[in-house]
Every structure is written in C-alpha cells, then in structure tokens.
C-alpha cells in the first residue's frame, strides 16, 4: 500500500521543526506497513498530474512566503481541487496565511497569497510567542507553541478554542482552520508528534480515501504522555506578549 505526500517548497518554508511532521507523519505510516513516498515540490513541473494523497506546507518569512506564492501560483487550481475532494493537509503558520488571499505588513503593503481560500492575515504592533493549548472537540488536548506576528481573520471552522495562548489572532480565542481534510495552523513545536491524533486524522483521511478502510491504531503512550505532561505544566500560565522586533 502507498501513499504519495507532497512537501512543498521545504527549501523557504521550513521554520520551527516544520520537517519533523513529514517525518511522524512517515514513521506512523511505517509501524503500519503503509509506504509513503515523500516528494518535494519546489516548483509546478514538481507535481505529477495524478496528484497527492496529503500534502504539507511549513512556516516562513514574508520574504519566503512571497517567492513560494510566486513558484506555486499555476497550481492553485490544483490544490483547490485536492483539497474539495477530499486530499488531507497540513499547513503551518506561514504555509497556513500562504493560502489565504493577503498577508498585510506593519506597513500596509499587502503580500499575495495563493487565494485557495477567502481569508486574511494582518501583522500586528506585538509578537504573539507563547506555549499555546488549545481544546479540540475532535482532537482533545492539542498542545504546541505558537510564535507569529500576523493575527488570522476567517469564518470556516477552526482546530478549536484558546486555553492559553493567542491563536489565529487576540479576539476570537480560537485557533487555525478546519475544512474539508486540511488543517492550518499556527501551532509549531513541530505539531505531529505530541498530537497524535491530529498525525493519524491526516493519515486515516488520506488511506480511507484511496482504500475505503479503517487504519489500524497504534499504541499511542509515549507521545499522549508527552502531551498531557506540556498540557500540565502551561495549562495555568499566564500570556505574555513580545515586542515585534520586525
């Protein structure tokens, strides 16, 4: 049994330990006798035309997320489709504004996204950097660390809501988007291996897809005590803002 993930533009978007989702989301695969072929998209001709069974974009600079926007504006149309039809993703911080219409900096100037979904992001006079924990009705406990300037502004259904931290953005109290198999995100660290549930959501959608069966759990208490042991120790701090330093 294979699967193909796309990893795009791991070259510019690639902060935070963005790799090391593409690796949990590889090793879970592994213990399940699933193969999954990882390939790494840079530019359009890097995608075939059959497509992706998931597919990841990580965190980057303004400066990084406008030359990826510029490599990988003639397969909007693609992504777009992948992701009605049901294709899983993972998107983070910077990969995650990437695929709204704007990202607004302190200045005004106003960066093209790739447009795959109505929403914006505005950069903020404070950087939002914090342990961030976040209560899921799908996934439970969801734990990360959250470090942005831009704050997030949409109407689709989100991860879930605050219990410490920011989030998509300081008045909502909810965090990253939920739509159809893709999930965005502010939530670095990386995100996968201390949410299981989100790394096996991602995989299960990709093979029930493709096989029209049921994966196979795994044995899951190494990686849920590393998320109950963050969820205890930040669960009543206290937010913090940071100076935006540019």
Same mark, same amino acid.
């Given at each position: 049994?294979?699967?193909?993930?796309?990893?795009?533009?791991?070259?510019?978007?690639?902060?935070? #330990?963005?790799?090391?989702?593409?690796?949990?989301?590889?090793?879970? %695969?592994?213990?399940? &006798? /699933?193969? *999954?072929?990882? =390939?790494?998209?840079?530019?359009?001709?890097?995608?075939?035309?059959? #497509? %992706?069974?998931?597919?990841? $974009?990580? &965190?980057? +600079?303004?400066?990084?997320?406008?030359?990826?926007?510029?490599? *990988?504006?003639?397969?909007?149309?693609?992504?777009?489709?992948?992701?009605?039809?049901?294709?899983? &993703?993972?998107?983070? %911080?910077? #990969?995650?504004?990437?695929? #709204?219409?704007?990202?607004?900096? =302190? +200045?005004?100037?106003? /960066?093209?996204?790739?447009?795959?979904?109505?929403? !914006?992001?505005?950069? &903020?006079?404070?950087?939002?950097?914090?342990?961030?924990?976040?209560? +899921?009705?799908?996934?439970?406990?969801?734990?990360?660390?959250?470090?942005?300037?831009?704050?997030? !502004?949409?109407?689709?259904?989100?991860?879930?809501?605050?219990?410490?931290?920011?989030?998509?953005?300081?008045?909502?109290?909810?965090?990253?988007?939920?739509? %159809?198999?893709?999930?965005?995100?502010?939530?670095?660290?990386? /995100?996968?291996?201390?949410?299981? =549930? $989100?790394?096996?959501?991602?995989?299960?959608?990709?093979?029930?897809?493709?096989?029209?069966?049921?994966?196979?759990?795994?044995?899951?208490?190494?990686?849920?005590?590393?998320?109950?042991?963050?969820?205890?120790?930040?669960? !009543?701090?206290?937010?913090?803002?940071?100076?935006?330093?540019?």
């Amino acid at each position: 049994m294979n699967l193909v993930l796309y990893h795009f533009c791991p070259d510019t978007l690639n902060l935070y #330990g963005d790799r090391g989702n593409v690796i949990s989301i590889k090793k879970r %695969c592994e213990w399940r &006798g /699933i193969n *999954l072929e990882i =390939k790494e998209i840079k530019n359009p001709d890097d995608a075939d035309s059959q #497509g %992706c069974d998931i597919f990841m $974009i990580g &965190g980057g +600079s303004d400066r990084e997320q406008a030359i990826a926007t510029n490599r *990988l504006t003639p397969l909007v149309n693609e992504i777009k489709a992948w992701i009605e039809d049901g294709v899983s &993703g993972l998107t983070i %911080c910077g #990969g995650y504004q990437f695929l #709204g219409d704007y990202y607004q900096t =302190k +200045s005004g100037t106003k /960066i093209k996204g790739m447009g795959i979904l109505p929403f !914006y992001t505005i950069s &903020g006079d404070t950087r939002l950097m914090t342990n961030l924990l976040v209560e +899921s009705e799908q996934f439970g406990q969801v734990v990360g660390f959250e470090n942005h300037g831009g704050r997030t !502004y949409h109407d689709f259904p989100t991860l879930g809501k605050v219990i410490v931290g920011y989030g998509n953005n300081q008045e909502s109290g909810e965090e990253g988007l939920h739509y %159809c198999n893709l999930i965005g995100t502010y939530l670095h660290g990386p /995100i996968l291996p201390k949410n299981p =549930k $989100i790394a096996d959501y991602l995989i299960e959608k990709a093979y029930e897809r493709k096989t029209g069966k049921k994966l196979e759990p795994l044995d899951d208490k190494m990686e849920n005590d590393a998320n109950r042991s963050v969820w205890k120790q930040f669960r !009543y701090s206290e937010r913090k803002e940071y100076k935006n330093e540019g």
